[in-house]
């Protein structure tokens, strides 16, 4: 032990340390909440530990923080603090990076997805004001022609994805790659971790736009931190979590789980494309523990020839509609534990989750779905839920009164950008409006019934479409489906329904209505089952109902699939 | 399905929902931080569960929900906004609940240590200035006796615990009883788990004034949201936690567990006195899977005779002394696994964690126990750790260079209540300093070598009394062991060794200072080394050194134990 030195000298920190934050950005007993600070105190405790896989590539949390210090000084070059930064690309690393690379170079932003159209892609540019637009090699020529026409002339860097068969770009001479913007942030200090202000932008994240043009849900770093941490507890990430990159991060910053995984210094298995090989692949040989995904990827998992009993629990977490028993059932069987959660680009991704009682355990297999296809209670960072009669009194914890799903605390996003009228709207009487239609049950669960436009009024009477399209669901021939309302001269509107078969299944609309009529009152039946090989979905899976309706109001004749 | 009703009617919720807040406490977006929302959300979400276990009283969730309400109604009624609620017991029930109770009804909770003195005890209600006082039954009487001469007169009220065979109060007539003051708070509507501000205090705990008249650690709601949620994280917290209340809920509000284990709706197992047998038996019948102490409770532990390995693996986290190799040993073999955290009370208990490395697995048990006596890296929640000289310069972190450990953060207290000269004293700089003397290793973990005040200079070299005592201590028939700097004419301080010998163990003084001589400088070994039965400890087990240098200082003749 050496006596501390008494002369003045410059700080000096230990490697990947937090410290770099100036003095004045906080008190001794007051930090900004940020989710950047849990990649400094990753890259700070685990250096070496593996943090990012993807393909033949790995790199350790030293590398990580590197790489994300690296672009981030890059990024700062080319933008004034809370200019957006947009990356249109898949799972793949840059897209990880840019979650904290683009925070700490005090930007914002904006994940797309990369099947937008060009006429989409130009108009979220547009509105976002987009500086730099980092594409991916896939789409990086439609991104180039779209920026010629945008006032602000961004800056576009193609992400040359080897992995993908990517050879670097074939745009205009002059064309950056994300190699060589990188390079340009090599010189210079690591800029903080810190944040000076917690209610400040981290991100914007664009709605799928089924009702209009898309909103830009804006997202703070205390919203994302807190949003982290409730899915650290939910999810049970540790430093030994390897966590596969399924679900979108272009969609709602998948779920904040790039924060949520790096806090717990887990790892990041990333993955281009969702395909059941690659998915099993990762199962057999990362070691994977969760993942996260719509409905279809529990079905491409379970129903792959590969699916076996894995050695281990895994957990996959999945929302946009409640797992079915047979998929509950088919992943049980193979060790994995499916968690059903609920939210919206509105709301970081998760809200409520479908807390599993230990008492259901025992139940029988369609009591425990049918309890499990409940959208749940609010996670344990997020906030409150109720579900509210027009005039914004809760309706009735009965499990039958339907009413609006309303939410509200730290889960819910700062407003949408640009746009104080779709704020006010949507955050009125204090509570942000989902649009979806629901009930509470006694114990504080709550369901959705249908989105607010999908409800079908008949004669006067609601017809609930997610009711109907769970009674055909329930028949063993039918694979997929969508139930809209028609307009009907005598009854306002009438349900249509539109049904994929299994494969090789035969089964009539006949047999389809006489099976309704089991369970569903006379006048839910649908008038008419339509067959169709596949069913209109956004780039986020959901079903494209008005492209139905409209399909419906026209001819009458289905042209899907 | 029921349509919505129209008309007006009043607000519904389920039971336990946490929608009681006002409209006014929060936007749609931002929620004041709170702890308190974990047990509205806990009983509302798992309103069957196990919430306390305590002797044959078992409560669960919603039990422990509505008797917080209802102590909540009794305590509004008898304060005004902000002011002190004290409760002097160990670990029963009562204790836990106003953790819950005092906040929730607006007031700040002081948790006593029964053990301390009458004169400790005016000091500390005069100067918080305690409107309510619960005492347990064991010292009741004495907390009477006290408050008869306070300028303000609290109320005290007596937890009869029938546990520990108290029989009803003895006091005066018109004594309170806890279950008389409860009865109070019957009936009245259920107070919001929300708070308006969440930089308001929530609790007030008291330093053990080792140097000086106690200090009033002032935590606020944010802060103890942090610190409960990074107790989560560390600890691996689930609803399947039994955490069995060994760590005392007076001290630093029990490193914020009670609000940390609600989180997760996992079990509290009360403990009114650590004893061996009381430990094992909830380790053989309550399923125990989690507990926090000082080191002499995993002595206690691993000493008994009843100690055997464990079917599961049980975590127990300790501070105050770096486990010993033997220690870890001893725990593991139990399936117990150790885990070192340092902090005090000015940071809601700990603020650093020995983040294990998976690497130290493949090592020999005396390095790894070596690695693992270090105080580590901060927490997720806690901030910023740096070791300073004296001009507030960072010292290398080589592992070897000494200087002022200094904390900021989320993790650290509000202020000093009613004393902004010490506030300003601990906090200068924009860190909290804790007077602890480490170092910081290249790997950014830091390790404690001494309290500033024991450090002990001798011939102008500093002399680590902790570095002597770890040797001391690694001697196998040592149990327990303090060194302190006694004055001497030549060399201004010299080193002095108290020592505790194993049960039936015989050793000499110059066996030890030859000892000491294997590993140490010759001006590190302590020119005396005097055998006590036990040393002089505070009441959360800190060693009074003072009382020992006091005694050195004196005739020379040691009269401890």
Request: net charge negative.
């Amino acid at each position: 032990m050496t006596q501390p030195a008494m002369t003045q000298q410059p700080p000096q920190a230990p490697r990947g340390s937090r410290s770099a934050a100036p003095a004045d950005v906080h008190s001794a007993s007051t930090e900004p909440l940020t989710p950047l600070g849990f990649l400094g105190r990753a890259a700070a405790v685990f250096p070496d530990r593996e943090a990012v896989v993807y393909g033949a590539r790995r790199s350790t949390y030293r590398e990580f923080a590197a790489e994300v210090q690296q672009l981030a000084r890059a990024v700062r070059a080319r933008i004034r603090p809370g200019e957006t930064v947009t990356v249109i690309a898949p799972n793949i690393p840059a897209m990880l990076m840019a979650h904290f690379a683009v925070p700490l170079a005090g930007g914002v932003l904006s994940p797309l997805n990369p099947r937008l159209t060009a006429r989409e892609l130009a108009y979220i540019l547009e509105h976002s004001e987009a500086r730099v637009v980092f594409a991916d090699g896939d789409v990086a020529a439609t991104v180039r022609d779209v920026v010629g026409n945008l006032p602000q002339a961004p800056l576009v860097v193609e992400i040359v994805d080897t992995e993908a068969g990517h050879a670097g770009p074939a745009g205009p001479a002059g064309s950056l790659t994300y190699d060589d913007f990188l390079a340009q942030g090599l010189a210079g200090p690591d800029l903080p971790w810190w944040v000076a202000d917690e209610q400040a932008p981290i991100t914007l994240n664009y709605t799928s736009g089924t009702t209009g043009p898309p909103k830009g849900a804006l997202y703070t770093h205390r919203g994302a931190y807190l949003a982290a941490e409730g899915a650290v507890f939910h999810n049970g990430y540790t430093g030994a979590t390897r966590y596969l990159w399924t679900l979108p991060m272009f969609h709602c910053n998948g779920w904040c789980t790039p924060w949520a995984v790096t806090s717990a210094a887990g790892t990041h298995v990333c993955l281009r494309a969702v395909r059941q090989d690659a998915i099993w692949d990762a199962f057999d040989h990362e070691g994977i523990t969760h993942l996260c995904g719509a409905p279809i990827v529990c079905a491409m998992i379970h129903e792959s020839e590969r699916a076996r009993p894995l050695d281990r629990e895994l957990r996959m977490t999945t929302a946009g509609a409640a797992p079915p028993p047979s998929v509950i059932e088919a992943l049980e069987s193979l060790n994995i534990t499916p968690v059903h959660v609920y939210g919206l680009t509105e709301v970081y991704g998760p809200f409520t989750i479908c807390e599993p009682q230990p008492a259901w355990a025992q139940l029988p297999a369609a009591e425990r779905a049918r309890l499990m296809a409940r959208q749940g209670v609010p996670m344990v960072h997020a906030g409150e839920v109720a579900v509210m009669d027009p005039d914004l009194n809760r309706v009735p914890a009965d499990g039958e009164t339907l009413g609006e799903v309303v939410l509200r605390g730290n889960g819910v996003m700062k407003e949408y950008f640009k746009n104080p009228e779709a704020t006010a709207e949507a955050f009125r009487g204090g509570w942000y409006h989902t649009g979806d239609l629901g009930v509470m049950y006694p114990d504080g669960y709550i369901q959705l019934m249908d989105r607010a436009k999908d409800i079908i009024i008949s004669g006067g009477e609601n017809i609930s479409s997610i009711e109907v399209e769970g009674v055909l669901h329930a028949h063993p021939k039918v694979s997929d489906v969508a139930v809209v309302g028609v307009q009907d001269d005598r009854w306002g509107e009438r349900p249509v329904a539109f049904v994929v078969t299994e494969a090789g299944a035969q089964v009539s609309a006949d047999e389809l209505r006489a099976h309704c009529r089991q369970s569903l009152a006379g006048f839910k039946v649908p008038d008419r089952v339509e067959f169709v090989q596949e069913l209109p979905r956004t780039a986020t899976g959901k079903i494209r109902k008005n492209t139905l309706r409209a399909l419906q109001d026209g001819d009458g004749s289905p042209a899907v699939g």
